[in-house]
């Protein structure tokens, strides 16, 4: 999701437990997805948290559904309300899935990153936020050859002072700090 442009967030499974029990401290209070990346055990009370968040939010099971508890017994059933998406092999397949996943799940980035043709970009990574009534961010080209990206619209580059055109070309583990108009 770094690639995607979106917010990341960490839930454990003691957040889970507490949530199952009537807790909504953050950050719980505000997903939108969970992602459950290829679980293999988990508690019950962590199971019942997932079962009472997928009532709220989308839950995403990647790969196979948890199998196991917390000890090493098998448990079986689906996660109520969950829904299963396929683990790719490879980081890049499950990058571009999630890239067109996430709008069917009412996700939009700050800031859109795309190839110059338009399919979700893997390896350029991009932190974005709201700033004084406009958007910056920081992106940065995690691959070792260079990649055009579009990013929406133009903007000016914070750390150069070069103003760059919607779509630009990136070079490899060189930065740029965007500001862009409002």
Known sequence: AAFQGVQLGFVTERR???FAGGETKRPLDSLKVLLVPHV???SAG?????????GRIRVVILGD???????????????????AMALPGKAKDLSEALGKALPNWGIKPLVPLTSE??????????RAA???????????????????VN????????????KLPAQFTLEPLQPVLLRFAR
């Open 46 to 54: 962590a199971r019942q948290g997932l079962t009472k968040l997928a």
């Open 117 to 126: 043709s338009g399919q979700p970009l893997f390896g350029v990574e991009v």
């Open 151 to 162: 990013v929406g619209g133009p903007s000016l580059d914070l750390i150069s002072g070069r």
């Open 40 to 42: 293999t055990h988990l």
């Open 130 to 148: 709201g700033h004084s009534g406009t958007r910056v961010a920081s992106i940065c080209n995690l691959l070792r050859e260079p990649c055009t």
């Open 65 to 83: 559904a948890p199998a196991f508890d917390e000890y090493g017994h098998a448990i079986s059933g689906a996660i109520p309300g969950a829904m």
């Open 16 to 18: 889970l437990e507490a």
